[in-house]
């Protein structure tokens, strides 16, 4: 886990995201985060010049004076970061693993939060379902990582912890309703995962069906790779009498075919971060 690597692209990408910012609209998560729009304010007496599209026209029949409706723009967003911390994440490249991709992401999201006053809620789905509440920018990815660490997924040294031990604890259901859980018009949903073993494909399609849901399939090579079948072996345990399991990789169905451009693939042999931050824009 490289946090110092995200700062230095966070630094660069910064001026453009933020270049044609003002108050009522900042960079990449105004655009892509909507929000919830505008709520009522108050009623005011019309004057020359208002833009009569907020007159109500209900209290100008009833009254004979004009008044235009005000609102307050509801500019806090929640993204809800769904990090998908199963076995076949911990396959990568050049020593970085799609699990290790996937948590400079939200570390990335944490910091571009900060400057648009919203916030990241992390979840993790991974032997257990974890939930790191919502926060921003260096301290939200401090909770972020204490979190990580205090269940072994990362090391102290916040490092991708490849010897921890995976079990089957949760299965394809919960993980879905600890999705669904937050598929509310007041929040924003980023998943990140390989989509091996995450959730059946035909649930994923009730998820990715909503405008608020934001599908990324972090891959490595292996996971493109065409030519041989192949599969992944990883122990469940660290004694001699752990079980070991088989995760088949071959064959994958195309989820392109599937979803069009509801899910964007993210390969780590690439500039990842800069990547992600394209295809939100």
């Given at each position: 886990?490289?946090?110092?690597?995200?700062?230095?692209?966070?630094?660069?990408?910064?001026?453009?995201?933020?270049?044609?910012a003002n108050s009522h609209s900042v960079g990449m998560?105004?655009?892509?985060?909507?929000?919830?729009?505008?709520?009522?304010?108050?009623?005011?007496?019309?004057?020359?010049?208002?833009?009569?599209?907020?007159?109500?026209?209900?209290i100008l029949a009833k009254t004979g004076h004009p008044y235009v409706k005000t609102f307050n723009e509801e500019r806090n967003v929640e993204i809800v970061v769904v990090i998908d911390a199963s076995a076949t994440m911990l396959t990568g490249f050049n020593g970085v693993s799609k699990l290790q991709a996937a948590i400079e992401i939200c570390c990335l999201l944490y910091l571009l939060a900060k400057d648009t006053n919203d916030f990241v809620h992390a979840l993790i789905i991974a032997d257990e379902i974890i939930h790191v509440p919502k926060k921003s920018g260096e301290a939200g990815i401090t909770h972020?990582?204490?979190?990580?660490?205090?269940?072994?997924?990362?090391?102290?040294h916040g490092i991708v912890n490849l010897e921890r031990e995976i079990s089957d604890n949760t299965n394809k259901m919960q993980k879905y309703l600890s999705v669904m859980q937050h598929l509310n018009r007041k929040r924003e949903i980023v998943l990140l995962s390989d989509f091996n073993d995450f959730i059946d494909l035909a649930v994923l399609k009730k998820i990715l069906f909503r405008s608020n849901v934001h599908g990324f399939q972090l891959l490595s090579p292996l996971d493109e790779a065409k030519t041989l079948p192949y599969s992944l072996f990883a122990s469940s345990g660290k004694s001699d009498k752990g079980s070991i399991g088989k995760y088949d990789l071959s064959g994958k169905k195309e989820l392109s075919s599937e979803f069009g451009k509801k899910i964007k693939k993210i390969?780590?042999?690439e500039k990842y971060l800069e990547n992600f931050v394209k295809e939100m824009r």
């Open positions: 886990m490289n946090i110092t690597e995200v700062r230095k692209v966070v630094g660069k990408i910064r001026a453009n995201l933020f270049k044609n998560l105004k655009t892509n985060f909507r929000g919830t729009g505008l709520q009522f304010k108050e009623h005011q007496v019309y004057n020359f010049g208002d833009d009569i599209r907020f007159i109500d026209w209900k972020f990582i204490s979190a990580l660490e205090d269940k072994k997924i990362l090391t102290e390969r780590i042999q």
